[in-house]
């Protein structure tokens, strides 16, 4: 089947087809163009160029879409978030209000394992209606690419359960959906830290493995939680059943995190509040992507990651999300995408690019996702008419975006 998009004011992110992300003074470029049409045959970008240079005839398609002068773009990558849980946490988010850090929480007994007691009490069925429910909203707002992590089990059975969720996901939505074993996001209640450990390394991973749930491995290396010793020995098992690592680091102390990321092929390494800019030489040459979540930094009131800095220094950087029910309940990606501009001094085209195809990156997805190239899937949302493609990290709360296309196919 061919659709044909007709009277786009602007196609923004273009990039050929080999082009995996962008670093340092690449981000700033968004390709675009203006007055555009763009075909799409089965599920896939084929054609793309100026409404002036469409052959004589037109173009024979099974059905036309007129843009009506909107814009084109690729639809959001998010590479973080948490969204398989049960209930929700504003009673913790009362405390913040009261003046309670996110680290005095966690010692209270809250936090995480708030969660995986909310979760433990949930059917793997509700589990996944809850989640859908989230899935689909972001969906709507433009994310066509999707990571998503276990982690509030913290028991084996239920972050398997956490897993199978993920997996019904990934068949049942037109969205991407990228699995992650966060099993090490906290230590369970009734452990010791290294019986915890221990069951993450022994018990966890091998049964992850053997149903093959996670495309990646997960810890939240961060003072009080995991870790550096503990991360190592994490990741080294993790790769014995083929999960490359995605790792929490530097949200609340540098303590090495990033530097064990790294050293043992992190994809990509999250959060980074609190990076020190000697680590940005660690970053510099590996194939890891620094991915900042600007709406952790937002509702907790904490530090931003200096991405203005990283992206100075040569980096590349991803933007997600990190939506989840104690430090980030949004996924709104263009949110992400303003704060990334009005709190971290990103242009927007670095922003959209660090939310596009470097977020693509992120998760390894960014041969067929994360911007309009010929050959890659059909993930794309048209605005309603405005201005600029700047216009959409501008209006940082207007509801821009008007129709979204997944695989080609037009989200209901």
């Known amino acids: 089947m061919r659709l044909l998009v007709e009277n786009?004011?602007?196609l923004a992110g273009i990039t050929d087809s080999g082009k995996l992300r962008l670093q340092g003074k690449e981000m700033a470029a968004l390709k675009c163009i203006d007055d555009a049409w763009l075909t799409v045959e089965d599920g896939r970008f084929a054609a793309f160029g100026r409404m002036g240079d469409l052959p004589p005839g037109g173009i024979n398609a099974d059905k036309t879409i007129d843009a009506k002068r909107g814009i084109v773009a690729p639809a959001w990558c998010d590479p973080h978030t948490h969204i398989v849980y049960a209930g929700s946490r504003e009673g913790e988010f009362v405390d913040k209000i009261r003046g309670l850090s996110y680290a005095e929480i966690a010692r209270r007994g809250g936090g995480i394992l708030n969660s995986a007691d909310l979760l433990g009490s949930q059917s793997e069925e509700e589990l996944y209606r809850q989640a859908m429910e989230r899935l689909q909203e972001v969906m709507r707002k433009g994310t066509g690419c999707i990571e998503i992590k276990s982690g509030y089990g913290l028991n084996t059975a239920a972050e398997l359960k956490m897993l199978r969720v993920i997996r019904r996901l990934a068949e049942d939505a037109p969205a991407k959906v990228v699995a992650t074993f966060l099993g090490a996001h906290a230590i369970g209640r009734g452990f010791g830290h290294e019986e915890y450990v221990a069951k993450v390394v022994d018990e966890m991973i091998p049964e992850v493995g053997r149903e093959q749930l996670?495309?990646?491995?997960?810890?939240?290396?961060?003072?009080?939680f995991f870790t550096p010793e503990d991360t190592s020995r994490i990741l080294e098992s993790a790769a014995r059943w083929g999960m490359k690592p995605k790792i929490h680091v530097d949200e609340l102390a540098s303590i090495g995190g990033l530097e064990v990321g790294v050293e043992h092929g992190a994809l990509s390494v999250d959060h980074l509040e609190n990076i020190r800019e000697s680590e940005f030489q660690t970053l510099l040459g590996s194939e890891t992507m620094p991915t900042a979540l600007p709406g952790t930094s937002f509702f907790l009131n904490m530090p931003y990651a200096p991405a203005r800095k990283m992206i100075d220094s040569g980096l590349g950087v991803a933007i997600a999300s990190d939506y989840n029910p104690g430090s980030t309940p949004s996924g709104d990606m263009k949110f992400a995408v303003s704060l990334a501009c009005i709190k971290m001094r990103l242009l927007p085209a670095e922003a959209i690019n660090a939310a596009t195809i470097n977020a693509a990156y992120a998760m390894g997805e960014s041969i067929g996702y994360g911007s309009i190239?010929?050959?890659?899937?059909?993930?794309?949302?048209?605005t309603a008419p405005i201005?600029?493609?700047?216009?959409?990290?501008?209006a940082y709360t207007s509801p821009t975006v008007a129709r979204v296309f997944l695989g080609g196919k037009e989200l209901a």
């Open 8 to 10: 786009i004011k602007t």
């Open 214 to 224: 996670a495309d990646y491995v997960d810890v939240f290396c961060d003072e009080g």
């Open 373 to 382: 190239a010929k050959g890659k899937v059909a993930n794309f949302f048209i």
């Open 387 to 394: 201005p600029s493609i700047d216009f959409i990290p501008y």
